[in-house]
C-alpha cells in the first residue's frame, strides 16, 4: 500500500514534469480564453474544402461573439487517434468532431463534458435535434457526450447510363446487386461492377457490422465480443467477396484509403455502383457528374434474409460534436456548439459539404426537399440500426475494420479469401479484443 | 582548461586575501558541472524521464477508462509483458512478425547503404571533372525532407498510374500485369528499396570523410607491391576505416530499426509484410486503447535495441584490443 502511494506520487511528478516539458506543444491556446480550437473532421471532398466552407462561418462567429476559432481539420484515418493522444495528454482542442458511433467509446474516457440538462439547454435543448440522430450521442442511462452536428446513411449510388445501356434496373436485392455487377464488370473497358475504398477501416467496420446484422450477426454478447460468430463471418464475406469470389471490384481499390479515388472511379463510368454515405453528390458533381447521371436507392439487403437476419442497409451515421472538459473557456466552447447547430447554419454547411442537417427546421429550405434527400430519410427511418452504444465500439472498429482490410488487400494481390481464411482473421481480431482491452 | 592554468595568476590581483582564495577553489571546480546542469536537465527532460514514465505505464491496464487520468489505472505488474510475449497469442503472434520483418529490412537495408556509400565514396575518392557535382547530386536523397520523398515513392509504386509499373510492365515488359507495390509481399521490396534510397548517401558522406584520413603513400606502397583495386580495397582502405565503420553501422542499424517515417508515410498502416516495429507498437495502442500494452512492447524494444547496441560496442572494443 505504502510503496503504491510512493510510485503513485513518482508518477504524478513525471507526469507533470513530462506534461510541462510538451505543454507548449499542445493545441489549444490556454492564455487566452478569447479564443477556441476546433477540430473538424474531413467532410468535404477535400481538407481545403472544408477549410474553404468552414473558414466564413467561424467569422461570423467571431463576429457575433467576439471569439476567435482555429480551426484544424483533421483526415478521417488520424481522428480517432488524434483525439485519444489528446485525451491522454490533456492538451487537446476546446471542440472537437467525432464519428458518432465512437460516442460511447470516447464517453467512457471521461474527457468529454457531458450534456445534462442544464448543458444541453444552453444550445438549445434536446427538442432541437431530430430524435433519431440522439439514439447515438453516448451510453444508454447517461448524460450523452455528445449532441449530433451532421446526419449521414449509406445508400447505394448507381450509373443511370450504364444502367439503361445494359438493360438493367436499380438492384432490389443483394443477389441482384452482384448479379448486375457481373454484367456491368468489363476489365477489358476498364469498367467494373462496384467501386470500394478498400484501404478504408472505417468503411470495412461500417460494412461488417451491416452485412453482419443482415446475417443476423450480434457484435457483442453480455459484453463479449462475437466478431467471429458464423453471421459475422457470413456479413463481411459478403462485402469482401465482391473483390475476392465474385471479382465485380478493380483489385485497385485495394489501395483506395480516401473517398476521392472512389467518387472519381464512379463520376468517369469506370465503376457503375458505389455504396456511400449521403455527402457524396457533392463531390461527384466536382468530378463533372450532374446530378441525374446517377441515382440512389437503399443498400440492397439479402432476400430472404437468413434466419435472425435484420433489414439493415446502413448504420445511423453522423458525426457529433462535443467538448473537451479541459477547455478553458466552456461557455464560449457551448456558443459555438449551438452555432454550427443552429438551423441557418445547419442549411449552409449542410449544402456545401453534403450530408443532411440534424435539425429539422432545415429541411424547410427547398434544397434539403431532392429525392436522393428524401431516399436518405427513408433509409435512416426504415433501414438503419444504430452501432451498439457501448465503450467497446471504437475497438471493434479498428479491430475488425483493419481485419475486413487486410482480406480486401489478400484478395487483390490474388490470395485465397474464404470461408476459413475470414474465420481465422476474425478470430484473431476477437482474442485481441479479449487479451488487449 | 586553458581558464584554471591562468587563474591563479590574476586571483590575488582581485582577491586580496589568502583565506578568501581557499574558499573560492571548490566554487571554481564545480563551474563545469554547473555549466552541465542545463543540458542534464534537457536530457532528463527529454530522454530519461519519458522513458521512466514508458516503464511506469506499462505496469499499468491503462484503457480507455483512464487515459485521462493515468493515476487511476489499476497496476497490472507483469500482465502486459506476458500477453507481449506471449507468441501463442494473437498479439505476442503479431508482435514477433513485426519484429522479424524489422530485423529483416533493418539487415537488407544497412548492407545495401553500405555498399553502394562505399562503392561511390571510393570511386569519388580520386579527383575527376565533375566530381563536385555528382558528389552534391549523390546528397540530393539525404537532403529531401522525409515526406516529400516518401510521398513521391508512394505515388510512384501505386498500381494503375504509379510509374514503377508502367516503366516495367508498360515499357519494358519485364513483369506481366500491374502488381501491387503498397499491399501483399512486394511492399516489403518496396520499403527496402526506399530505406536503402534514403540512407546511403549518409553512408557516402561519413565513408568519404573517412577516406580522408587513409595516407596516400599507404595506396602507393601497396601499388608498387603490386597489390590491384580488389587487393587495396581488402588491405588499405576497408582496415583503415574500421573506426569509421564500427559507428556508421551502428548508427544505420539503429535508424533503420527505429524508422518510424518512412513506413507510415508510404502505408499509413503497414500491411503485414512491411510491418516495422515502431509503427506496429504506435498501432497496438490505438487499435485496442491499451497504452499499458503499447508500453510494455515499447519497453521489450528499447531493452533488445540496448542489448544489441552493447554487445556489437562490446565486441568491437575486445577485438580493437587483441589487435
Known amino acids: 500500500m505504502k510503496a503504491r502511494g510512493i510510485a503513485a506520487l513518482a508518477a504524478s511528478v513525471m507526469l507533470a514534469a ?18 477556441l480550437t476546433y477540430w473538424a473532421s474531413n467532410q468535404g471532398r477535400s481538407i481545403q474544402q472544408d477549410q474553404q466552407v468552414l473558414g466564413p462561418e467561424l467569422k461570423k462567429f467571431e463576429a457575433k461573439t467576439g471569439i476567435k476559432v482555429k480551426l484544424e481539420v483533421i483526415g478521417w484515418p488520424d481522428l480517432l487517434n488524434r483525439i485519444l493522444a489528446a485525451t491522454s495528454s490533456g492538451a487537446g482542442p476546446d471542440v472537437v468532431n467525432v464519428g458518432n458511433t465512437w460516442s460511447a467509446s ?11 440538462d442544464a448543458t444541453i439547454a444552453k444550445v438549445g435543448g434536446k427538442a432541437k435535434f431530430i430524435p433519431s440522430t440522439l439514439t447515438s450521442t453516448g451510453a444508454a442511462g447517461k448524460p450523452p457526450a455528445f449532441v449530433p452536428l451532421y446526419g449521414l446513411a449509406y445508400g447505394l449510388f448507381y450509373n443511370k447510363k450504364l444502367f439503361a445501356d445494359a438493360g438493367l434496373k436499380p438492384p432490389q436485392t443483394w443477389q441482384d446487386l452482384v448479379t448486375d455487377a457481373k454484367k456491368l464488370t468489363i476489365p477489358a473497358k476498364k469498367q467494373y461492377g462496384v467501386v470500394m475504398e478498400g484501404a478504408s477501416y472505417t468503411e470495412g467496420s461500417h460494412f461488417a457490422f451491416m452485412f453482419g446484422a443482415q446475417n443476423g450477426a450480434k457484435l457483442f454478447q453480455g459484453g463479449q465480443p462475437g466478431f467471429d460468430s458464423p453471421q459475422m463471418v457470413a456479413g463481411v464475406k459478403q462485402y469482401v467477396d465482391l473483390m475476392a469470389g465474385q471479382k465485380v471490384v478493380n483489385p485497385s481499390n485495394a489501395e483506395y484509403v480516401n473517398d476521392s479515388d472512389m467518387l472519381k472511379d464512379f463520376a468517369k463510368g469506370r465503376a457503375a455502383m458505389m455504396m456511400i454515405q449521403s455527402y457524396a453528390p457533392k463531390g461527384l458533381a466536382e468530378n463533372g457528374m450532374k446530378e441525374g447521371e446517377f441515382g ?27 467538448v473537451f472538459k479541459n477547455t478553458k473557456n466552456k461557455d464560449g466552447a457551448l456558443k459555438l456548439v449551438d452555432f454550427l447547430t443552429s438551423p441557418d447554419e445547419q442549411k449552409i454547411l449542410d449544402t456545401q459539404l453534403g450530408p443532411l442537417p440534424v435539425v429539422p427546421q432545415a429541411y424547410n429550405d427547398p434544397k434539403f426537399q431532392t429525392p436522393e434527400i428524401k431516399t436518405f430519410k427513408d433509409i435512416l427511418a426504415n433501414s438503419a440500426e444504430t452501432l451498439p452504444m457501448i465503450p467497446e465500439e471504437a475497438q471493434f472498429e479498428t479491430l475488425v475494420g483493419n481485419t475486413v482490410k487486410q482480406l480486401i488487400a489478400d484478395a487483390a494481390s490474388g490470395k485465397t479469401v474464404d470461408d476459413q481464411t475470414i474465420k481465422n482473421a476474425l478470430t484473431a481480431a476477437n482474442k485481441k479484443m479479449q487479451t488487449g482491452g | 582548461m586553458s581558464d584554471t592554468i591562468t587563474a591563479p595568476g590574476d ?31 534537457a536530457e532528463l527532460a527529454i530522454h530519461i524521464i519519458p522513458m521512466l514514465v514508458g516503464v511506469w505505464m506499462s505496469l499499468l491496464h491503462l484503457t480507455q477508462f483512464f487515459i485521462r487520468n493515468w493515476t487511476a489505472a489499476p497496476y497490472g505488474g507483469l500482465t502486459n509483458y506476458r500477453v507481449a510475449m506471449d507468441t501463442h497469442g494473437p498479439v505476442g503472434k503479431d508482435l514477433l512478425h513485426s519484429f522479424l520483418i524489422t530485423a529483416a529490412v533493418t539487415v537488407l537495408v544497412v548492407a545495401g547503404a553500405w555498399v553502394f556509400g562505399l562503392a561511390a565514396a571510393v570511386f569519388l575518392q580520386k579527383p575527376f571533372r565533375g566530381r563536385a557535382t555528382l558528389r552534391t547530386l549523390f546528397l540530393v536523397p539525404y537532403a529531401l525532407p522525409v515526406f516529400t520523398a516518401v ?17 516495367l510492365s508498360d515499357e519494358l515488359h519485364l513483369v506481366h500485369g500491374h502488381p501491387f507495390w503498397l499491399l501483399g509481399g512486394n511492399s516489403f521490396a518496396a520499403l527496402v528499396i526506399i530505406n ?11 565513408l568519404t570523410a573517412g577516406l580522408q584520413s587513409v595516407p596516400g603513400d599507404l595506396y602507393e606502397a601497396a601499388a608498387i607491391d603490386g597489390a590491384g583495386f580488389v587487393r587495396k580495397l581488402r588491405s588499405v582502405t576497408l582496415p583503415l576505416l574500421r573506426p569509421v565503420n564500427r559507428v556508421l553501422l551502428l548508427v544505420l542499424f539503429l535508424w533503420t530499426f527505429n524508422d518510424f517515417n518512412t513506413a507510415y508515410i508510404l502505408f499509413n498502416q503497414p500491411p503485414a509484410n512491411a510491418d516495422m516495429i515502431s509503427i506496429h507498437i504506435y498501432n497496438a495502442s490505438f487499435i485496442t486503447w491499451n497504452f499499458g500494452l503499447g508500453s510494455a512492447m515499447s519497453v521489450l524494444l528499447l531493452a533488445v535495441l540496448l542489448v544489441v547496441t552493447l554487445v556489437y560496442l562490446g565486441t568491437g572494443r575486445l577485438r580493437s584490443r587483441h589487435a
Do not use: E
Request: net charge positive; proline share 12%; with cysteine.
Open chain 1, 18 to 35: 513530462g506534461l510541462a516539458a510538451c505543454g507548449s506543444g499542445g493545441g489549444s491556446d490556454k492564455s487566452s480564453p478569447k479564443t
Open chain 2, 11 to 41: 586571483a590575488p590581483a582581485r582577491a586580496p586575501g589568502g583565506p578568501r582564495r581557499r574558499r573560492r577553489r571548490p566554487t571554481r571546480n564545480l563551474l563545469p558541472y554547473v555549466l552541465l546542469v542545463p543540458a542534464l536537465i
Open chain 2, 196 to 206: 536503402i534510397w534514403r540512407l546511403w548517401p549518409f553512408a557516402f558522406l561519413t
Open chain 2, 151 to 167: 510521398i513521391t515513392w508512394r505515388f510512384m509504386f501505386q498500381r494503375d498510374s504509379g510509374m514503377v509499373n508502367n516503366v
Open chain 1, 106 to 116: 470516447l464517453q467512457a474516457t471521461g474527457a468529454f463534458q457531458p450534456f445534462d
Open chain 1, 296 to 322: 440512389v436507392v437503399p443498400i440492397p439487403v439479402i432476400n430472404p434474409l437468413p434466419p435472425g437476419g435484420r433489414k439493415v442497409s446502413s448504420h445511423v451515421a453522423g458525426i457529433n460534436i462535443g
